[in-house]
C-alpha cells in the first residue's frame, strides 16, 4: 500500500438532500440510499484508513443481500456534517449512519464516556467480549432508549504521539499540553501533570504543528491517517500494550432504522456483525504498521509494558472511573458491569 493511496482524499460523493420518504415508500420496498457519515480520511473499498474501508465494505455487502434496496452514500472527512454533531443528528433522525468514536457524544450522552474510560480495557480480547457481556448489553440499551443502534462494535488500541519526548509513565506528561479524547482521559492527565486540550482526531495535526498542543492521544490508525509523524518527534505505541482502547461503533439512527422493512434490518445487522472481525484484524495491524511509519519518519518509537500500563490505570481508578460512577446510577452501573472483565 502506497503512503500516497493510504492518505488520499475523496470529497463529498453526493449532493443530495438527507432521507425524507415516508413509511410506505419503505414498505414498498422502493430503492433507498443511506447517508453514512464519519470524520476519516476518504479513500476506496480496498485502499486507505480502514474505518472508511469497512464502510464501503457495509454499504456494498448490504446493497447485495438486499438486492439492491437499499444503497449507501458515503461522506468522509467530516464532508457531510461536523464530527461532534453526527451523534445527535442520529438521535433526530437527520442523519442515518456514523462511525464515530462513541466518547465524542459525553456531553449529550454521559454513559459514551465509558467508550474511552483508562486502563478499563486493556486488550482487544476484553473489548470484543463486550458485545454479548452484560456490559455491552447494557450499553446498547442506553443507546437505544436515546434513539441509536449499534451496527458493528470495534475497538482500537491507543497510544501518543509527541513534539518532543516520548510520554511514557505518567510523569512524562507534567508541564506538557496534551489532547485525551475524553474527559476521562483528561482527568488522568491533569492528575499526571499536563495540560489538557480538547479537540477532534481530525484537528490534531494543526494544533501540533502551530505548538498549539505538545502531544496528543489517538488511535493507530489515525496517527497514520492524519499523517502525524509529520510533526511528531516521539511514539508510545499500543502494539503490544496499551492503558486505553477506544470504542467506535457503526451506528444507525433508530427512527431511521425501524422504518425500515424486516429484512433491510436483518441484512445492515448481520453485514454489521460480519465487519468486526475485519475491524479487528485491521486494527491489529495498524498497531503495527504505525511503529514502521513513524520509524522511517525519523522519530522515536516505544512501547509500554505491564507495570507502565498498571501506574496509568491505577491512576484512572482514583480519578477517571470514580467521577464517572459519580455522574449518575446508569454510568456507576455500567462501570461495575465493566469491571467483571477486567
Known sequence: MTSQKRRSIIGALATAPLWTAGSSAWAQGAPTSLKISHQFPGGTINEGDFRDRLTRMFAEGVAKRTNGSLKFEIYPGSSLMKVNAQFSAMRKGALDLSLVPLNYAGGEVPETNIGLMPGLVTSYAQGSAWKNAEVGKELARILAEKGILI?????QAGGVASRSK???DPADAKGMKVRG????????????GAAVVTLPSNEIYAAMQTGAMDAAMTSS???ISFRLEEVAKALTTGRDKAY???FEPLMISKAVFEKLSKDQQAAI????????QFALKAAQTDDVAVAAVYQKAGAKVVDLNAA?????QDIARATAWKDFAARNASCANLLKLA????
Open 151 to 155: 451496527v458493528s462494535w470495534i475497538w
Open 308 to 312: 507502565t500500563v498498571k501506574k496509568w
Open 221 to 223: 490508525t489515525s496517527f
Open 244 to 246: 486505553w482502547y477506544m
Open 339 to 342: 469491571e467483571k472483565l477486567l
Open 166 to 168: 516520548p510520554i511514557i
Open 181 to 192: 479524547g475524553s474527559r476521562e482521559m483528561d482527568l488522568i492527565l491533569k492528575e499526571a
Open 269 to 276: 445487522m448481520a453485514v454489521g456483525a460480519e465487519m468486526e
